[in-house]
């Protein structure tokens, strides 16, 4: 995250905390949005993601901590006059009114005259491109349709901050990848700070310029799509974003950067480790390998990457571009899924084949076993 | 006998009851209150076809003024009847969770396990001169002397909220309880203060619950006897009271059953024109 004084911050979050019982939901989370980014909050359900947007759009207070818009606090500000407009989860369009109702009323609440209510409703109809939808009623429109008038019936009003509820969580798969590259287009377009909550990694990946992922009432990690999917800093960053192999372990030896790695199962890998964790000789370790940085060995061309190993194809798992191989390790009944090359090089391979795979200690991420923080 | 035959065999069982009771018991009285509203006596068992009995209700100003006053009464025991309910019953739909919300459900079902004889008589022993009401006035001192409560207009209307409440707090909840909590956030975060989300979301989300709980009301008022002849006395004017008098004391079942009948239909334009009013469908309101 930039630390320039220079920038502006739509949105900052300073060691917010909030508590339901003995539950603590958010816990000093601190963050700041630079202007006009499309900022995503990832986490699994209960990570308390959800309590952290409600605060943010005042429909519940933190019990520390600060909220600052534009630079404003707005703490003492109710939800109908902060500058956010929230997408909610199931996008609350008012069924009572038609889609121009429910876009203007917005604008009505804040005195808009009648003329201009009206060229700014077409507008921003024509912005999301549903330019003759403005009579229609809500329950006559289609599951991507309503999506797009949620969004612009907050957009018209022109906010600071656009908060996103898992809009895309009830759309069809098809529609939801589909809405995704239009949620981030509209984003661009509009130039309006968006924060949005997910549980779906690929939802917060393809759309954000920056990922929080959020665990237990806190962040993990806040980073780039890419920094969080290549250089996880913890563990559960690793095991959530994206797919990986998982192993645990105790660290043999170290050698610099070089870690090298016994597995309960007894296997014998060398791994890099992250440094902030420091890792020591003897340390319990979790170890993480994504399925597409194990290579498939040519028999006849055996590259001399330190990890290798022998195993059998158990199960051919097609799925176009995502198929993989799960191989196990015959020394020690271990299971480790491979990605298909897309070049097709390896798609002959059937149940039952022998191969060879080995991949590099770069990818081979070891990050010290955290008591109680994973469970899966 | 076939599949589809057999089913249908066992719906006409299965309706015959309801069948039986519309046919005997409403559509044939009200045929006979038809037919027997449209004569006139001319002597003992000679009768003869005439419109006198409708025309003697508009005629005849107490009759028609009567029942405008029982109308009106009715319309304005619903709107108060709404006006406590609504704030009710949106509190239990919306802010109670839970067993709470059951609870205070209840608390609204209780007092229609008594019957409305005995729930009228509570309000007696409340209202009347030795009541508990003025005895507590005479012990504070705000009066020297028994002060009457009871036979008057405001005592008719106390009795008809209180009976009809729960006909208006059960659809209320009802489509209250429907209103998902999202709208009405996503009212406020766009903007609104409490009065728009009230009138802008809230209420026409409800109106199908507000339309059918007031019909409800409404009907039950406009026919309601036992409340207005106990609470306002002999003086209380209500038209069920004139039918009665008709049949039972003047035995002029003409009469009787015009009024009768003039009572089901200027009720049912009423009902039609606050449709009309508030944009609603029956259909829609009733289900």
Not at chain 1, 19 to 42: E, K
Not at chain 2, 173 to 200: F, H, K
């Amino acid at each position: 995250m930039p630390e320039n004084s220079n920038v502006t911050f739509d949105l900052e979050c300073r060691q917010v905390t909030k508590s339901f019982g003995d539950f603590t939901a958010v816990d000093q989370v601190s963050f700041q949005i630079p202007t006009g980014s499309f900022f995503s909050i990832l986490g699994p359900s209960g990570c308390g993601k959800t309590t952290l947007l409600r605060m943010l759009a005042g429909f519940q207070h933190p019990d520390k901590g600060e909220i600052l818009i534009k630079g404003k606090s707005v703490l003492g500000t109710p939800p109908n006059r902060r500058p956010v407009n929230m997408v909610f989860q199931h996008l609350a369009l008012f069924p009572t009114m038609s889609v121009t109702g429910n876009i203007a009323y917005g604008l009505k609440r804040r005195n808009v005259k009648r003329e201009e209510i009206r060229t700014r409703v077409a507008d921003v109809l024509k912005r999301v491109d549903l330019p003759d939808a403005g009579d229609k009623r809500i329950d006559q429109l289609s599951g991507g349709q309503k999506q797009r008038i949620a969004i612009a019936r907050c957009l018209v009003l022109k906010p600071d901050v656009l908060l996103l509820d898992e809009p895309l969580g009830a759309l069809d798969l098809k529609l939801r990848e589909q809405m995704k590259v239009e949620l981030k287009l509209l984003q661009e377009t509009f130039g309006t700070t968006f924060i949005y909550i997910t549980h779906d990694q690929s939802e917060a990946l393809v759309m954000s310029d920056q990922v929080a992922v959020m665990n237990q009432g806190r962040f993990e990690q806040v980073g780039t799509p890419q920094e969080l999917y290549y250089h996880p800093e913890t563990s559960f960053v690793a095991g959530f974003v994206g797919d990986s192999n998982r192993w645990e372990g105790h660290i043999d030896a170290i050698e610099g950067e070089r870690i090298q790695i016994k597995t309960v199962e007894g296997e014998s890998f060398v791994g890099r480790s992250i440094v902030k964790h420091q890792l020591k000789k003897g340390d319990s370790v979790e170890v993480y390998v994504r399925p597409e940085s194990v290579n498939i060995e040519n028999p006849k061309n055996r590259s001399d990457l330190p990890n290798q190993c022998r195993g059998e194809v158990i199960s051919v798992l097609f799925d176009g571009a995502r198929s993989q191989f799960l191989i196990r390790l015959p020394q020690t009944e271990g299971e480790i899924s491979v990605a298909m090359p897309q070049t097709g090089e390896h798609a002959q391979l059937r149940k039952g084949d022998s191969i060879n795979i080995a991949w590099a200690a770069d990818q081979c991420l070891c990050f010290r076993r955290s008591s109680g923080n994973h469970d899966g | 006998m076939d599949k589809s035959s057999y089913t249908r065999f066992s719906l006409w069982i299965l309706l015959l009851p309801f069948v039986l009771w519309l046919l005997l018991l409403i559509l044939l009285p009200h045929v006979d209150m038809v037919s027997i509203s449209l004569r006139e006596r001319v002597s003992a068992r000679n009768y003869t076809f005439s419109f006198k009995n409708y025309t003697e209700f508009f005629i005849e100003p107490l009759y028609w003024r009567t029942f405008v006053r029982t109308a009106w009464m009715s319309v304005l025991a619903t709107l108060i009847t709404l006006l406590i309910a609504f704030p009710v019953s949106y509190y239990i739909a919306k802010m109670m969770r839970g067993r709470l919300k059951a609870l205070l459900f209840i608390l609204c079902l209780i007092p229609f396990w008594v019957s409305e004889l005995v729930r009228t008589y509570g309000w007696m022993i409340l209202l009347r001169e030795t009541g508990l009401l003025s005895t507590f006035l005479q012990w504070i001192g705000l009066s020297d002397q028994p002060v009457e409560m009871l036979y008057n207009d405001v005592a008719i209307m106390i009795g008809l909220v209180y009976t009809s409440m729960l006909f208006m707090v059960v659809p209320l909840v009802t489509t209250l309880d429907s209103l998902d909590d999202s709208l009405i956030e996503a009212g406020y975060d766009l903007g609104g203060s409490n009065w728009n989300v009230l009138t802008e979301i809230i209420i026409p989300h409800a109106m199908p619950g507000i339309v059918s709980g007031c019909i409800v009301v409404f009907m039950l008022s406009l026919g309601n006897y036992l409340t207005p002849i106990l609470l306002g006395g002999k003086d209380s004017l209500w038209f069920t009271e004139q039918i009665f008098t008709q049949f039972i004391t003047r035995f002029n079942w003409e009469q009787g059953s015009a009024f009768g009948i003039l009572l089901l239909i200027l009720s049912s334009l009423i009902v039609w024109a606050g449709l009309k009013l508030s944009r609603q469908s029956f259909t829609n309101v009733m289900s």
